[in-house]
């Protein structure tokens, strides 16, 4: 196990360093540097522009620029923000939270009813059910995430009024309760293709276990159906569902970009976008690495939990 | 010894003969609901500016905000007084042109890519291959929005980077069918008579695992129309007076309350077109390769 464990969390940060000459190479070698705002402005000059380049140390050839960049991030040094010259851990990680308030919420309605969703499918094969959700997961799967969260905010919010269209709190109103009552659209939307892609697992792994010889077995035996299904169909389809949630990461933190725009929710994905305006390489450069981080985690954590659960995955 | 065409062993038959495929194709009832849609789609985008007597950059601020089915603009106006179905129609031109002329690219880079990994293996695969696990490891919108905040956007240059952070999956999908099909008999058979690498990789192995890369190509043609209207919503994508059905949505959140029909038209066209895309490749998976079957 711990070779293993070894290995893969080499593997991981040669990858990341792979990811991070990447993040560089594109941020850095794309025309109009971070600088090109200033260019406009009538209160610069270029002498004023080759001094602040010269300052944050933009003149420098790029490889110089990169090894100075990894050698302070290795030592918990992520550089400052352009924007505003605080820190980009600490800009980052104060809106790490709503993210994960987010993600979480949509991975566990996503989870819950998605598998539930697929078992029943897998259970009643080819029925009017089954038929519907299949249909219904490959429409979800579909729609464009933003486009559904204007339509929730049209139904809910605009028509019924019975959500808010956006934001993370009321102003004033700091309780739990509020909070939630902000979360519920935006997480909806955002569990909606996890659901389906869910649902769609679930389902198919649900068959490939019905198919199996031991539950035949056990069907012979004369085992009721309930138990046959709970007990032995479904602790075995529920196992590639770990898989599942460890490889679901990128499309979940893309889509939750894609929610906190729509709703204006304060998290990693708006300040990804806001930071890409205003051109704040460090920022941008922290969460794509942060991101990258975490997509690997996601899928070394699933193989290792796969691997104590079912004990007849050996690691080699 | 130079190879003819004729001297080298074509492998194993196709998995399904174009009849059978097209007589399943056929039987799978969505795929071909997604194959009228599209071509109705398809259709509409290409001749119908011709007939609609507006066009789609017109603006007519008297006639601004009419709703669908209210008079001569038969899906309504919008915050400029321009026809909204007269820019559905040029905006799906652009859509689904971008969504093909993409997924051709990343097709030819991810077959490329795949191919020579999958065929020589060694050091060479294996860096290609991390070097497509590091790019998968960007969420693809992160990816595809700090690219395309970088560069000067257009029609050209929205569809490069989405076919640059699209080919991965093809690129994985064809590295694993050739490193399988590279230790058959036939492509031995090939070496032996002396055909070319070249020769073996994109005439005797490709052909041999076209099925899942036409389901592939189909798949990408969906996934690119939907990242265009990401990226053209986030406004870094098609630029106005342009229309693509991404950028329509760009303005339609501040007029929801005030006139829905904005938000909802071309979300609708994204959905359907998505959708169908999706159910064909569904159905040609389906069609192709009875083995490659998910349910």
Same mark, same amino acid.
């Given at each position: ?37 200033f260019?406009l ?78 078992? &029943?499918?897998? #259970?009643?094969?080819?029925? =009017? ?6 249909? +219904? *997961?490959? %429409? $979800? ?12 905010i ?84 529920? &196992?590639?569902? #770990?898989?599942?949630?460890? =490889? ?6 893309? +889509? *939750?970009? %894609? $929610? ?7 998290g ?49 | ?60 601020i ?6 669908p ?14 026809d ?18 993409a ?39 992160f ?73 592939a ?30 950028n329509?949505?760009?303005?339609a ?43």
């Amino acid at each position: 196990m711990l070779p293993y464990l070894l290995r893969r969390l080499g593997q991981a940060l040669v990858l990341l360093l792979i990811v991070s000459m990447l993040g560089f190479a594109i941020l850095h070698l794309a025309p109009g540097g971070p600088l090109s705002q200033f260019a406009l402005s009538s209160q610069m000059s270029p002498e004023d522009i080759a001094r602040i380049s010269h300052q944050l140390g933009l003149d420098r050839p790029l490889p110089v620029q990169y090894a100075d960049w990894l050698w302070r991030m290795l030592q918990g040094d992520w550089g400052t923000s352009y924007r505003d010259g605080s820190a980009v851990l600490a800009v980052i990680g104060s809106h790490l939270r709503a993210t994960f308030e987010l993600m979480a919420t949509a991975t566990l309605v996503a989870c819950l009813l998605g598998c539930w969703i697929g078992i &029943l499918g897998a #259970i009643r094969r080819y029925s =009017l059910f089954d038929t519907l959700a299949t249909v +219904g *997961a490959m %429409v $979800a799967l579909s729609i464009p995430t933003f486009w559904f969260g204007l339509v929730a905010i049209y139904v809910f919010s605009v028509t019924l009024g019975w959500l808010p269209a956006g934001n993370r709190h009321t102003v004033g109103d700091d309780s739990v309760l509020d909070l939630l009552h902000h979360l519920i659209a935006p997480a909806l939307v955002l569990a909606l293709v996890e659901m389906a892609i869910w649902a769609r697992f679930m389902r198919s792994s649900m068959l490939d276990v019905i198919g199996q010889d031991y539950i035949r077995t056990a069907r012979a035996k004369g085992l009721p159906e309930w138990s046959i299904l709970s007990r032995h169909a479904l602790r075995n389809a529920l &196992l590639p569902m #770990i898989t599942v949630a460890g =490889l679901q990461f990128p499309t979940l933190l893309g +889509g *939750a970009l %894609v $929610a906190e725009t729509v709703f204006t929710w304060p998290g990693m994905g708006r300040l990804f976008l806001d930071s890409i305006a205003y051109r704040d390489y460090p920022v941008v450069m922290g969460i794509l690495m942060l991101s990258a981080a975490m997509v690997m985690l996601g899928s070394l954590i699933a193989d290792l939990l796969y691997a104590v659960v079912d004990p007849r995955i050996r690691m080699e | 010894m130079s190879a003819s065409a004729a001297s080298v062993p074509a492998g194993p038959a196709p998995a399904a003969s174009a009849n059978t495929a097209w007589r399943r194709f056929r039987r799978h009832r969505l795929a071909m609901a997604g194959t009228v849609t599209i071509a109705i789609l398809a259709l509409g985008s290409v001749f119908g500016p011709w007939l609609l007597p507006f066009d789609d950059t017109y603006i007519d601020i008297l006639q601004r905000f009419a709703p669908p089915l209210s008079g001569v603009h038969v899906l309504g106006t919008d915050e400029l007084g321009r026809d909204i179905l007269a820019r559905l129609m040029m905006g799906g031109r652009i859509s689904l042109a971008i969504g093909f002329l993409a997924m051709a690219m990343a097709m030819a880079i991810g077959i490329a890519v795949g191919v020579v990994a999958g065929f020589y293996g060694g050091f060479l695969g294996a860096a290609l291959m991390r070097f497509v696990d590091a790019v998968l490891c960007f969420p693809t919108i992160f990816l595809l929005l700090a690219l395309a905040a970088l560069t000067e956007p257009g029609i050209l240059a929205t569809t490069l980077l989405i076919a640059a952070t699209s080919w991965m999956n093809v690129a994985r999908i064809v590295e694993a069918q050739i490193r399988t099909l590279r230790e058959r008999d036939f492509a031995a058979a090939a070496r032996a008579v002396g055909a070319s690498d070249l020769y073996i990789m994109f005439r005797s192995l490709l052909p041999n695992a076209m099925a899942p890369i036409v389901v592939a190509a189909t798949l990408n043609v969906a996934k690119a129309i939907l990242l265009e209207s990401y990226i053209s919503f986030l406004g870094y994508g098609i630029q106005p007076p342009a229309s693509s059905w991404g950028n329509m949505l760009n303005n339609a959140q501040i007029y929801l309350t005030s006139a829905p029909w904005l938000a909802l038209l071309p979300g609708i066209a994204i959905t359907l077109a998505v959708t169908s895309f999706n159910f064909i490749g569904d159905g040609l998976r389906d069609a192709l390769d009875p083995r490659l079957d998910i349910n």
